[in-house]
């Protein structure tokens, strides 16, 4: 089976890589040329643009930013409907807005071309270990054509619904996970207010009902003052962008969604967006003028 992936960047090299060791064909294009050379390294075959991926691949994979790139990587000038041929698959693994691609699988289905959304979790490492989760929407019968290559690059793979269910499956995660990041850091703030020792109270946390993944990762990193990136501040951004955004289409109330997206649009407006979204945290502090695990900083 030949197969594409067009997107190498934190999440997609890896993924893509992984492909290329389970033993599967793969041409890969990347808007700067250095991307590829670890993929081609290993085995990949280089293209120089998306519709060079098309021409040559049944199952094409896209990991790249935002909405618009994905528009322009299947739409563009040198997208990848020029070139596709008849009942292939496009597979998009970047996280974007759900009705932007519930519109896609249209003008994709007009060209007798199949979409899957399949936005993913687990971070840079969950990619590298091929153990992200991976949430998909789309027709059953093309999400089991396309299983065993989901099976290369995570554990936790679930066929959602239509087209669109992926994405919005990956906008709750974020929802989750950002509003338990700031959580997290309004239980260390009280804790260090209070004279306590805040890792001894994540230790407490993590044998209970509070206990959680996120606390016992990021609640450690944020406790290391370990804001290196494992997911961007900016990418977190822009996905909770997609879910005012979601918010605003369908008519409903996210309070706390919406207090995330503005702590992560404080993280970004003071040039920290290339950290961690934890360092939501280090807003936390400057607001309630406590600093957790002080000796760290």
């Known amino acids: 089976m030949n197969i594409g992936f067009i997107g190498l960047g934190i999440m997609g090299r890896p993924m893509a890589l992984n492909l290329i060791n389970a033993g599967h064909s793969v041409w890969v294009h990347a808007r700067r040329p250095a991307m590829m050379t670890p993929l081609t390294d290993a085995g990949a075959t280089a293209c120089n643009t998306s519709a060079d991926v098309a021409s040559n691949a049944d199952i094409i994979f896209i990991c790249v930013s935002d909405t618009q790139d994905v ?3 299947i739409l563009g000038d040198e997208g990848i409907l020029k070139t596709t041929k008849k009942d292939s698959i496009v597979v998009d693994m970047s996280t974007i807005s759900p009705s932007a691609t519930r519109k896609l699988a249209t003008q994709l289905t007009e060209h007798n071309v199949h979409m899957l959304d399949a936005p993913v979790s687990g971070g840079e490492q969950g990619a590298i270990d ?24 995570g554990k936790n793979i679930v066929h959602i619904g239509d087209n669109g ?69 900016s990418l977190h951004h822009k996905d909770m962008r997609i879910v005012i955004e979601a918010a605003h289409e369908l008519g409903i109330a996210l309070p706390g969604a919406a207090m995330v997206t503005q ?35």
């Open 165 to 233: 269910a992926g994405q919005v499956t990956k906008a709750c995660n974020q929802v989750l996970i950002g509003q338990t990041i700031a959580a997290i850091g309004e239980a260390y703030i009280l804790a260090s207010a209070s004279g306590v020792d805040p890792a001894k109270v994540r230790q407490a946390l993590l044998g209970g009902f509070a206990g959680s993944r996120a606390l016992e990762s990021h609640g450690q990193r944020m406790l290391d003052r370990n804001f290196k990136p494992g997911f961007k501040a």
């Open 130 to 153: 091929g153990a992200l989760s991976i949430m998909v929407g789309g027709e059953k019968e093309i999400f089991d054509r396309v299983l065993p290559l989901f099976e290369v690059m």
């Open 263 to 297: 702590y992560l649009n404080a993280v970004v407006g003071n040039g920290k967006g290339e950290n961690d979204s934890i360092s939501i945290l280090e807003l936390q502090e400057q607001l309630s003028g406590i600093t957790v695990n002080k000796e760290k900083s």
């Open 71 to 73: 528009e322009q990587v």
